[in-house]
């Protein structure tokens, strides 16, 4: 008889977005852009009379489109904290950065590999076992900065040599 490996882990996933995570600046940027295309458009539609492939716009679908987005600019954000839940937070990302750094390969060797043998298998291997804290390393910084895109980035946490 074999034995199982029990059930995966249950991941939150939001209906509106279908991420597992809240969304980068740059994700909500390209879905701003997108309303403000479909809102041009039925704008367009709605004030002058358009004939020919024009006909086929669907004026209710666009609005059904522009309200979609709109769900999604609302569910996807990060969620603003303020206080003693973003003092949390912050030891919570300071506690994720001192177990990444641990073993993480440092600036020099990434920038060099040539001259390090093995450094890329090395932060491979790394990288598997912090998966998970990278991912709430990640999603912790977009809660407590979400208007600084480069606050996720890891290769911020490198040493030096």
């Not at 597992?20 to 039925?42: P, V």
């Not at 367009?44 to 522009?66: F, T």
């Not at 973003?86 to 641990?102: F, G, V």
């Amino acid at each position: 008889m074999t034995r199982g490996r029990g059930r995966p882990p249950k991941v939150k996933v939001n209906p509106v977005t279908g991420l597992d995570r809240s969304m980068t600046m740059g994700e909500l940027n390209d879905i701003k852009q997108q309303k403000l295309e479909a809102e041009g458009i039925l704008k367009h539609v709605s004030e002058h009379q358009v004939s020919g492939a024009g006909e086929a716009i669907d004026k209710n679908r666009l609005k059904a489109q522009i309200d979609r987005y709109d769900a999604i600019l609302h569910e996807g954000a990060p969620q603003k904290v303020r206080g003693l839940n973003k003092d949390r937070l912050a030891r919570e990302a300071q506690d994720l950065r001192e177990k990444m750094q641990r073993n993480m390969p440092t600036m020099d060797e990434m920038m060099h590999p040539s001259r390090n043998p093995g450094a890329v298998q090395k932060h491979m291997k790394w990288e598997a076992r912090n998966l998970e804290n990278i991912k709430r390393y990640k999603e912790v910084m977009r809660t407590i900065e979400p208007d600084d895109p480069t606050n996720t980035s890891i290769d911020r946490l490198r040493r030096e040599k």
